[in-house]
């Protein structure tokens, strides 16, 4: 499975973007799909994510309110939106996902499958 991420870029805070992450290979359906982000210096951290199976989302407490993931499954594509962006969510945003949907949602080491990062730059 791959998965391509896309969408970042360098916004002003208050702006909005949206990142896109595509997957392709191998069909199988992630119960768990998640982004996550890491800013210079510091270590990677959950932002939110989606349990296909229930149609539910958990997010970061820092993004709940400003950011949404949705998924569009005819095009095998998950998103997060985010909204009135502010600096400190200059980051690589990743996203992630995993066959089954698991207690610990939110630590990167029980996702399988990673995105090869994009970027988020705001200025403020």
């Known amino acids: 499975v791959q998965l391509q991420a896309s969408g970042g870029g360098l916004v002003q805070a208050g702006d909005s973007l949206r990142l896109s992450c595509a997957a392709s290979?191998?069909?199988?359906?992630?119960?768990?799909m998640a982004w996550f982000r890491q800013a210079p210096g510091k270590e990677r951290e959950f932002v939110g994510a989606?349990?296909?199976?229930?149609?539910?989302?958990y997010y970061a407490g820092s993004v709940k309110g400003r950011f949404t993931i949705s998924r569009d499954n005819a095009k095998n594509t998950v998103y997060l939106q985010m909204n009135n962006l502010k600096p400190e969510d200059t980051a690589v945003y990743y996203c992630a996902v995993r066959l089954n949907w698991i207690v610990e949602y939110s630590s990167a080491r029980h996702y399988n499958y990673w995105g090869q990062g994009t970027l988020v730059t705001v200025s403020s």
């Open positions: 290979g191998r069909t199988f359906s992630p119960d768990a």
């Open positions: 989606l349990r296909r199976s229930m149609r539910t989302t």
